[in-house]
């Protein structure tokens, strides 16, 4: 947390000359200060700490080159020995791919040419240590102690920079490595082209997570290469370009008159000449570059702004609004186009296309985030996942490098269109995404023949037929919306009866969503709700009957109904809370984490059960749970998130939670309101408007609402419009230990 002073003093210099400002800005004011990016790098968060922008196409971070589940993203926190520094990086993914194009430097040469049997045999690994090790917002250093060299990365759009500080009198070299894979990955095809004597170029072609993956890449360095060592396929090549499976080099360069190594690289998933063209041609002032970065961090950061004496809830919350702006991520070119799975190259018109959509996940809170603090992204993330479609006449499921990995169950792309729509968000043809969700759900892959056939998904004829059904119930509803909105009203009422699926597999005698069989009858037996079977002979994906019983966030009125009343529901909720913590199977899925009872925190079918209470009346047991989780389930360590951080959902869940808000319908454009933890969030929602949440004598005992106003009026309700807030006001609560419980009961919103 420290080489942020370049920045501070840039903006107080700024700040100093501007005549129009009333006051200035402290330093304990920016918001990257509070910035802690190995939050999530320990556990099972799955987090990395290298520098990159928000959205960024490059993530530059540090590879230890283990293949283990809690090294999906290349890095953990347990781990001292870096193997290189990755220019592709995952953020909380549960699979692990990517860490493309890896560099190193080093100060000797090394035996480059043997395939190691692990990173033990790698002769160019280095150990390190975290009290030399750093990590700001756009930025990464860490001091590699067997080569006494001191690494520092930071991050332009779509170039990275690298700075390697020498030992005095040591050789300057650098290795990159093309061959070496982690988790899943593994190189198909590889190049290495020396071009001149500051430039090399080449691709990475790799199979894996991401089955068709092309990486192109370019590198420029400040000093001429001196001599270099070329392999492939484990022989030494006598030429300047070296083409097999897999290839590597060691770099040597001139000392000259200084220690420091400069290295900028760019990429591309089309060629090299367009990772030429993203190539920033401005040199290698890497201070530069690095106040860039983060001046834009704080952009991002300080969309919205919170105050409190809590410095802990500050760390938690900026922290996880820079997790929830790491993903999707830039794939475009700077010339618009991009390689799609099938190879054909598209060419993005007037968007930005993006990748690395995390769907099953980020529907749920990190897309409802993105359209208050980022709304132009998602226009073009539309545009992507419209462009995606056409490949098959399917929207996207999981999309990595433009790669459909079919990962997790639904198709929840539709509720990020129909959020996008409804929420008035433009720039994306809304006809054609109504095309594309309609021939989505209407299609015969992954159950869906199933599904029509029956109305439901039978257990006998395929897995996780629970989770599945009700994801797409609620896809169903969805596509009703828009339909509804585009005056299609024969598509309007198919689907919202297709909506309906989730009434075929509730137990009303248990209480719990249950497999049926294809009869419409029969039960699922024996039935254990504690019990989980990973991915394969169950009901649930990723969990059990407790956890994947309550996804119904489109009709929750009904989904009480059908348990018979308000108290039998919220005691049932209650117990989902307070029951015991036992998984049952002999096969359970890790993915089960972060538990309270059994509400598993850690993944994210849980996340918005704890606002379910709002619609039975007891809107003082959500605020009384969200504020439980938010203090139990995140912390400022290594550790600090209880599960998968899975591209930003994690993250997005605490950031608007902690400002008392959250998309428990994120179709329906209205957020549920919670337990606000800040005296005071400010949402930045235009140039000229703004939407503040106060919340008057909050502390971690006064977490109930005791009454509220907005704009100076009498409010009572659980949940507010996002049309509301783009209004811009004030949202004033008045918090005490006790719960009010005639306060919000009226959930029925009508701002």
């Not at 760019?266 to 860039?292: H, R």
């Amino acid at each position: 947390m420290k080489n942020i002073t370049l920045f501070f003093l840039s903006i107080v210099f700024i700040t100093s000359c501007n005549k129009k400002t009333e006051k200035k800005t402290s330093i304990n004011d920016f918001a990257i200060k509070h910035v802690n990016p190995f939050i999530g790098t320990g556990g099972h968060g799955h987090t990395y700490p290298g520098a990159t922008v928000p959205f960024g196409m490059l993530q530059v971070s540090p590879v230890n080159g283990i293949s283990s589940w809690d090294w999906c993203s290349g890095y953990h926190y347990s781990d001292s020995i870096a193997i290189g520094f990755s220019h592709l990086s995952l953020s909380g993914t549960g699979i692990g791919d990517l860490a493309d194009i890896l560099f190193m430097p080093i100060n000797k040469e090394v035996d480059i040419s043997k395939t190691p049997k692990s990173r033990d045999s790698l002769s160019y690994k280095s150990t390190y240590s975290h009290e030399n090790e750093t990590a700001t917002p756009g930025y990464y250093q860490v001091f590699l102690e067997d080569h006494n060299i001191n690494v520092e990365l930071t991050t332009a759009l779509r170039t990275a920079y690298h700075k390697y500080t020498f030992k005095e009198a040591d050789t300057q070299a650098v290795v990159v490595d093309l061959g070496f894979g982690i988790n899943w990955d593994k190189a198909t095809s590889s190049s290495i082209n020396i071009e001149d004597n500051y430039t090399i170029s080449g691709y990475r072609f790799s199979t894996g997570w991401a089955k068709n993956q092309k990486v192109f890449f370019v590198a420029k360095f400040s000093k001429p290469i001196a001599k270099y060592n070329l392999v492939t396929n484990n022989n030494t090549v006598q030429k300047s370009i070296a083409e097999g499976v897999k290839t590597a080099t060691q770099l040597f360069f001139e000392a000259g008159e200084t220690n420091e190594l400069l290295v900028k690289v760019s990429l591309s998933s089309v060629s090299v000449e367009n990772a030429k063209g993203n190539l920033d041609t401005e040199g290698f002032n890497f201070e530069a570059i690095k106040a860039t970065a983060e001046n834009t961090w704080e952009e991002a950061l300080s969309k919205i702004k919170v105050e409190t004496s809590i410095d802990s809830l500050k760390t938690i919350f900026y922290t996880a609004m820079y997790h929830a702006q790491l993903a999707p991520v830039t794939y475009s070119d700077k010339n618009g186009q991009f390689r799609k799975e099938n190879d054909s190259i598209e060419t993005a018109l007037d968007y930005t296309a993006y990748s690395t959509l995390s769907l099953w996940d980020t529907f749920r809170a990190e897309h409802p985030l993105l359209t208050l603090i980022a709304p132009d992204k998602v226009s073009d993330i539309t545009n992507t996942m419209l462009a995606y479609y056409e490949t098959k006449k399917i929207l996207p499921v999981w999309t990595l490098y433009a790669n459909e990995t079919n990962t997790m169950t639904g198709y929840h792309s539709i509720p990020v269109i129909v959020e996008a729509y409804l929420k008035g968000i433009k720039g994306f043809d809304a006809e054609k995404a109504y095309e594309a969700m309609k021939t989505t759900m209407m299609q015969d892959e992954r159950g869906l023949k199933f599904y029509k056939e029956f109305g439901y998904i039978p257990y006998n004829l395929l897995d996780e037929s629970v989770t599945i059904t009700l994801e797409y119930a609620y896809d169903d509803w969805c596509v009703a919306q828009m339909a509804q909105a585009l005056g299609k009203t024969e598509d309007y009422n198919y689907f919202l009866e297709r909506s309906n699926a989730y009434k075929y597999l509730f137990d009303s005698e248990t209480g719990f969503m249950r497999g049926k069989a294809e009869d419409g009858k029969s039960w699922h037996t024996p039935f254990d709700p504690k019990y989980s079977n990973h991915r394969e002979h169950t009901d649930y994906t990723e969990g059990n009957a407790w956890q994947h019983s309550w996804f119904v966030p489109h009709n929750v009125d009904n989904f009480i109904e059908l348990h018979g009343s308000n108290d039998i529901f919220t005691d049932r909720l209650e117990q989902l809370f307070t029951e015991s913590s036992e998984i049952t199977g002999s096969n359970t899925s890790a993915d089960i984490s972060g538990l309270i009872g059994q509400y598993a925190h850690g993944n994210e079918p849980s996340h918005h059960i704890a606002y379910m209470f709002n619609h039975a009346d007891k809107p003082w047991r959500t605020q009384y749970w969200s504020r439980y989780i938010m203090d139990t389930q995140y912390n400022t360590t290594p550790n600090g998130l209880s599960g998968n951080e899975d591209c930003g959902q994690m993250s997005a869940w605490y950031a608007l939670s902690s400002i008392g808000l959250y998309p428990m319908n994120p179709a329906s454009t209205e957020y549920e309101i919670g337990s606000p933890i800040f005296d005071k969030a400010t949402l930045t929602v235009s140039d000229n408007e703004t939407f503040t949440i106060e919340a008057e004598n909050v502390s971690d005992k006064n977490i109930y609402i005791q009454s509220a106003t907005l704009n100076g009026e009498l409010f009572s309700q659980s949940s507010i419009s996002h049309k509301t807030i783009w209004q811009g006001g004030t949202l004033h609560f008045v918090m005490g230990n006790r719960p009010n419980k005639t306060w919000g009961i009226n959930k029925n919103s009508n701002k």
